[in-house]
Nanobody
Framework: QVQLVESGGGLVQTGGSLRLSCAAS????????MGWYRQAPGKQRDVVAT???????NYADSVKGRFTISRDNAKNTVYLQMNSLKFEDTAVYYC??????????????WGQGTQVTVSS
């Protein structure tokens, strides 16, 4: 079993910054892609940023130039540095990992979500 635990959400003013963290633990053999998604009230869950095990990144157009995704493979942790936050960034942020467990089975694991609220 694999768990993803997020931290770092909160309330911030427009233009401010937050850093989200997501640590994976459990019966992990390796982790392939990791990513961050977000879901605003009444909307679908959308991808924010992804990063491969080799460090290649992709971003949603709405966050390019403001958000940075990174990972520490030794710690099985993915980060999301969010700068120049806007009101429309308000959402529950979820981390996601493609995990290979010690039984060599691959599956997608989700965190429980962390609330980010940007006040205007």
């Amino acid at each position: 079993q694999v768990q993803l635990v997020e931290s770092g959400g909160g309330l911030v003013q427009t233009g401010g910054s937050l850093r989200l963290s997501c640590a994976a633990s459990g019966s992990i053999f390796s982790i392939n892609a990791m990513g961050w998604y977000r879901q605003a009230p009444g909307k679908q869950r959308d991808v924010v940023a992804t990063i491969t095990s080799g460090g290649m990144t992709n971003y949603a157009d709405s966050v390019k130039g403001r958000f940075t995704i990174s990972r520490d493979n030794a710690k099985n942790t993915v980060y999301l540095q969010m700068n120049s936050l806007k009101f429309e960034d308000t959402a529950v942020y979820y981390c996601n990992s493609v995990v290979v467990n010690t039984g060599r089975a691959q599956f997608v694991s989700w965190g429980q979500g962390t609330q980010v609220t940007v006040s205007s």
